[in-house]
């Protein structure tokens, strides 16, 4: 039986596919294999029942909708699978959609898991490697120690190099959280070169610590979900429990740069309304807050920028909700290009 999906003459590895980030942009009905990220089966004002899909790729996330024998496709597709889609985008409320046709599980030849998962084991190793490099420059010895007794435990090693920096976002993706850490480090060795009187040892230990907790409050699957941990505690609690348990390991680490390091932790939200359980109330306290926050919002803006383009307004994305404002792409580059020639 021919599979409907595809065009009589293209078998599924042959036929084409497209990008998330693509989706706005297409025309016509197309053909992709994405990751479920959710679903919902629901009722309509009508009454009749439709299914709302969460569907991800490497490029982003979008909203997905089958109103054709929605619980019947419901039954056989699940969260955390991969599947094949053939729909038609459009744009509704400011965001792109994705109304489906045909729906079913992908085969494990039918997709590149590269395709399907954001992040790079080569940009997370390079990360890696810098962060380590940092380690090294730190020269207060009480400091050092700590860090070294965290990385010599393997197993959170491991899970640093992979572990999400968020579930949505910012640095929503495998190995997000060793390159946001990274990101802030490059940013810390500026901020302490003009401001002096900062304790960059201390600085360099807050931004690689801040959100340890992460490693725990994030599950290892596909799909990026908070585990039970993640949701009771949060991981301001878990960060500082886990880098307490790495200084009772130490011989007499000196309680005064517990107290100080443990309060750029539980601050580093910068305000109680972002759930911090404190606001920052030294200099690098502050200082760790901001560069935490520009990291992320700058790659906030990043990955809207590359997901939420709007196809009827070019230079320019969709409303996005979370930053309440349009995001301006620019002007294109030949319309830039053909002005300079004039």
């Known amino acids: 039986m021919p599979d409907e999906l595809f065009p009589k003459d293209k078998s599924p590895t042959e036929a084409p596919r497209v990008a998330i980030e693509d989706i706005p942009s297409q025309k016509g009905s197309f053909v992709g294999a994405y990751l479920v990220k959710s679903k919902t089966l629901a009722e309509s ?80 190793n390079e990360a890696f490697d810098f962060v380590k490099e940092t380690v090294e420059e730190v020269h207060d010895s009480d400091y050092k120690a700590l860090l070294d007794e965290l990385f010599a435990d393997e197993a959170t090693v491991a899970r640093f190099k992979l572990a999400p920096g968020a579930k949505a976002v910012h640095h929503a993706f495998v190995g997000g959280l060793i390159v946001h850490t990274a990101s ?29 907790g992460k490693l725990k409050e994030y599950s290892e699957d596909l799909v990026i979900e908070r585990t039970t941990r993640g949701r009771l505690w949060g991981h301001i609690v878990i960060s500082v429990l886990m880098v307490e348990g790495y200084i009772n390991k130490l011989d007499n680490f000196p309680e005064s740069k517990k107290e100080e390091l443990y309060h750029i932790l539980i601050s580093h939200h910068g305000s109680l309304e972002w759930g911090s359980p404190a606001v920052p109330m030294t200099l690098e306290a502050v200082a760790l807050h901001y560069i935490d926050n520009l990291d992320a919002k700058v790659n906030q803006f990043r990955s809207v920028m590359k997901s939420r383009k709007d196809p009827d307004y070019e230079g320019w994305t969709t409303f996005d909700r979370l930053l309440s404002r349009y995001l301006y792409l620019g002007k294109p580059k030949a319309a830039s290009e053909n002005r300079e020639e004039d």
Not at 70 to 84: F, S, Y
């Open 184 to 212: 802030m480090l490059h940013i810390c060795k500026c901020v302490v070169g003009l401001y002096e009187d900062l304790n960059a040892d201390l600085l360099i230990t807050s931004c690689i610590l801040h959100d340890l």
């Open 45 to 124: 004002k009508t009454g009749s029942l439709y299914l709302r899909l969460k569907l991800g790729d490497a490029s982003g996330d979008i909203d997905a909708f089958v109103w054709d024998n929605a619980k019947e496709v419901a039954e056989t597709i699940h969260k955390g699978q991969v599947v094949l889609v053939k729909g038609k985008g459009k744009i509704h409320q400011q965001r792109p959609n994705l109304m489906v046709h045909r729906i079913r599980p992908a085969l494990s030849d039918e997709y590149n898991l590269d395709d399907i998962v954001s992040g790079s084991e080569q940009t997370a």
